[in-house]
C-alpha cells in the first residue's frame, strides 16, 4: 500500500485534488493517524506538542531517556533508541543525539552530589571547605575559615561566590574556627531530664545539671547558715552557763582568802584593876559589866 502512495504521485495530478485527497485519507486509515496527517495543498499541519512536523507529517518525538534513530515516513512511525551510557534526554525530542554528562572536575574542587542517568545529568558541587568561583560553579575556591560564633552554610557555598559564613541564631553556638563546622543547636536540658545550669551563647553551649544537685546547691547553703547558727547560739549557751556556775564558787573562795590578807588590828584596851575575892584582877575596859554583873550573882 505505500508503493501506492510512492509509487504513482502522478495519480493527484490525473485525478485532480479530490483524488489526492482521497488516496491520501486512504492512506492515513490503513496506517494510522498517529504517523502522519495529510491536507489540501498550502494547508499548515497542526501537531501535538510529542510530535513534530516532518515532510508535510506529524512524527512522535522519542521520550526522556532516548534518541531520535529514524523519523516516520509513510509506512512507518519514528524509531527511538536508549541513550547511550553517560549521556541523557530530560524531554521530550527529535534529536538524534543525547546530552553528555557533567564531568566533576576533582582538579577544580568539585565532586558529585547526585549521580546522572538516561534523563537527568549529573549534578556536581563543591567539595567540603570550598565554595564557587562564580555563577556556573565550574570551579571552586577555598573558603575563609568561620570564626566562633559563625557557621558555615553549606547553601550560600552553592549560591554565592564569598566566603559563606552566618552568625549564629539565637539557640546556635560555634566554638571553633573553621571551614566547614555549621552553627550547632544548643542541648536541651528538658528532653535530658536536666535543668539548665549555665546559659549558652553564640559561643558556647548550654551546661546542665541534675534537678537534684540544683535543689541541692540551694539547700546546702542554707543548711550552713542554720547550722552555723545553731552552733553560736550553742557556744553562747554554754559559755554563759559555765558563768553562772562557777560565780558563786568564786565568790565564796575569794572572800575568805581577803580575810586571811587582811591581819586584824590590835586594840589596846585600858586594864582596869578589880578585886575578886580580895584579889586585884586586871580587866580591859567593856568587860566590866560582864564582871560586875557576875560579882552581883
Same mark, same amino acid.
Not at 545550669?197 to 558556647?204: E, F, M, P, R
Not at 534537678?211 to 552555723?228: E, F, G
Not at 564558787?249 to 575575892?277: A, H
Given at each position: 500500500?505505500?508503493?501506492?502512495?510512492?509509487?504513482?504521485?502522478?495519480?493527484?495530478?490525473?485525478?485532480?485534488?479530490?483524488?489526492?485527497?482521497?488516496?491520501?485519507?486512504?492512506?492515513?486509515?490503513?496506517?494510522?493517524?498517529?504517523?502522519?496527517?495529510?491536507?489540501?495543498?498550502?494547508?499548515?499541519?497542526?501537531?501535538?506538542?510529542?510530535?513534530?512536523?516532518?515532510?508535510?507529517?506529524?512524527?512522535?518525538?522519542?521520550?526522556?531517556?532516548?534518541?531520535?534513530?529514524?523519523?516516520?515516513?509513510?509506512?512507518?512511525?519514528?524509531?527511538?533508541?536508549?541513550?547511550?551510557?553517560?549521556?541523557?534526554?530530560?524531554?521530550?525530542?527529535?534529536?538524534?543525539?543525547?546530552?553528555?554528562?557533567?564531568?566533576?572536575?576533582?582538579?577544580?574542587?568539585?565532586?558529585?552530589?547526585?549521580?546522572?542517568?538516561?534523563?537527568?545529568?549529573?549534578?556536581?558541587?563543591?567539595?567540603?571547605?570550598?565554595?564557587?568561583?562564580?555563577?556556573?560553579?565550574?570551579?571552586?575556591?577555598?573558603?575563609?575559615?568561620?570564626?566562633?560564633?559563625?557557621?558555615?552554610?553549606?547553601?550560600?557555598?552553592?549560591?554565592?561566590?564569598?566566603?559563606?559564613? *552566618?552568625?549564629?541564631?539565637?539557640?546556635?553556638?560555634?566554638?571553633?574556627?573553621?571551614?566547614?563546622?555549621?552553627?550547632?543547636?544548643?542541648?536541651?536540658?528538658?528532653?535530658?531530664?536536666?535543668?539548665?545550669?549555665?546559659?549558652?551563647?553564640?559561643?558556647?553551649?548550654?551546661?546542665?545539671?541534675?534537678?537534684?544537685?540544683?535543689?541541692?546547691?540551694?539547700?546546702?547553703? /542554707?543548711?550552713?547558715?542554720?547550722?552555723?547558727?545553731?552552733?553560736?547560739?550553742? /557556744?553562747?549557751?554554754?559559755?554563759?552557763?559555765?558563768?553562772?556556775?562557777?560565780?558563786?564558787?568564786?565568790?565564796?573562795?575569794?572572800?575568805?582568802?581577803?580575810?586571811?590578807?587582811?591581819?586584824?588590828?590590835?586594840?589596846?584596851?585600858?586594864?582596869?584593876?578589880?578585886?575578886?575575892?580580895?584579889?586585884?584582877?586586871?580587866?580591859?575596859?567593856?568587860?566590866?559589866?560582864?564582871?560586875? *554583873?557576875?560579882?552581883?550573882?
Amino acid at each position: 500500500m505505500g508503493s501506492v502512495v510512492q509509487g504513482k504521485p502522478h495519480l493527484g495530478a490525473q485525478l485532480g485534488g479530490c483524488a489526492a485527497v482521497h488516496v491520501c485519507g486512504r492512506a492515513a486509515s490503513l496506517h494510522g493517524s498517529h504517523l502522519f496527517q495529510c491536507g489540501q495543498p498550502g494547508d499548515a499541519v497542526n501537531c501535538s506538542d510529542k510530535q513534530y512536523e516532518h515532510k508535510g507529517k506529524c512524527c512522535n518525538r522519542c521520550p526522556p531517556g532516548k534518541k531520535l534513530a529514524s523519523e516516520c515516513n509513510d509506512t512507518e512511525s519514528s524509531v527511538c533508541t536508549p541513550c547511550d551510557d553517560g549521556h541523557y534526554q530530560q524531554s521530550w525530542t527529535k534529536e538524534k543525539h543525547c546530552m553528555p554528562h557533567d564531568i566533576c572536575e576533582e582538579n577544580a574542587g568539585l565532586i558529585v552530589k547526585r549521580h546522572g542517568n538516561a534523563t537527568h545529568n549529573i549534578v556536581c558541587q563543591c567539595r567540603a571547605g570550598m565554595h564557587c568561583s562564580d555563577a556556573s560553579c565550574q570551579t571552586c575556591v577555598e573558603n575563609e575559615p568561620c570564626k566562633q560564633g559563625f557557621g558555615f552554610v553549606a547553601a550560600m557555598a552553592e549560591a554565592r561566590m564569598t566566603s559563606p559564613c *552566618e552568625p549564629c541564631a539565637e539557640g546556635t553556638f560555634s566554638n571553633v574556627s573553621s571551614k566547614t563546622e555549621p552553627c550547632h543547636f544548643w542541648t536541651s536540658c528538658e528532653e535530658k531530664g536536666l535543668v539548665v545550669k549555665v546559659k549558652g551563647t553564640n559561643t558556647s553551649d548550654v551546661i546542665c545539671e541534675s534537678s537534684r544537685r540544683s535543689s541541692l546547691s540551694v539547700l546546702i547553703p /542554707i543548711a550552713a547558715v542554720v547550722i552555723t547558727c545553731l552552733v553560736g547560739i550553742c /557556744i553562747y549557751c554554754l559559755v554563759h552557763t559555765d558563768l553562772r556556775r562557777r560565780g558563786p564558787r568564786q565568790i565564796e573562795t575569794e572572800v575568805p582568802r581577803e580575810l586571811e590578807t587582811q591581819q586584824p588590828e590590835e586594840v589596846d584596851f585600858p586594864v582596869q584593876e578589880t578585886l575578886l575575892g580580895g584579889q586585884p584582877v586586871a580587866q580591859e575596859d567593856g568587860k566590866e559589866s560582864r564582871i560586875a *554583873e557576875q560579882e552581883q550573882l
